[in-house]
Nanobody, 121 residues
C-alpha cells in the first residue's frame, strides 16, 4: 500500500508564492506519473500538473508560466512551486501517484488527503 502525504499549503497574498510537497511512503515497487490536482469550492477536481518518472511535464493552461512541478525519484517525492498566486488558485490541492505497491501489483491511482491553499486578494 502506498501512502501520500502533502505539506506546504497555507494562506498567502496574491502575487505570493508557496511550495507544496508530497512524499510517498509504504510499500512501493515503482511510481510512474505523479501529479497535482486541485478542487475549489463548488467545483470539480481539476488537473494542475503532471510529471513522469523521466521528468516530462504537463500543465493546465491556467498555471503555465507560474507553477513548476518537479520530483525527486530517490525520495519518492513530488513538488509544486507556485509563484504569482492568484485568488482563483484557492483550492484544496491533492497529490496523485500512479504506482505499483509490489512487482506483481497492477498500477493503481493513489491520492493524498489534500492540503489547502488560500490566496487572498
Amino acid at each position: 500500500q502506498v501512502q501520500l502525504v502533502e505539506s506546504g499549503g497555507g494562506l498567502v497574498q496574491a502575487g505570493g508564492s508557496l511550495r507544496l510537497s508530497c512524499a510517498a511512503s509504504g510499500t512501493i515497487f515503482s511510481i510512474n506519473v505523479m501529479g497535482w490536482y486541485r478542487q475549489a469550492p463548488g467545483k470539480q477536481r481539476e488537473l494542475v500538473a503532471l510529471i513522469t518518472r523521466g521528468g516530462i511535464t504537463n500543465y493546465a493552461d491556467s498555471v503555465k508560466g507560474r507553477f513548476t512541478i518537479s520530483r525527486d525519484n530517490a525520495k519518492s517525492t513530488v513538488y509544486l512551486q507556485m509563484n504569482s498566486l492568484k485568488p482563483e488558485d484557492t483550492a484544496v490541492y491533492y497529490c496523485n501517484a500512479d504506482a505499483r505497491a509490489t512487482m506483481s501489483s497492477s498500477l493503481y491511482d493513489y491520492w493524498g488527503q489534500g492540503t489547502r491553499v488560500t490566496v487572498s486578494s
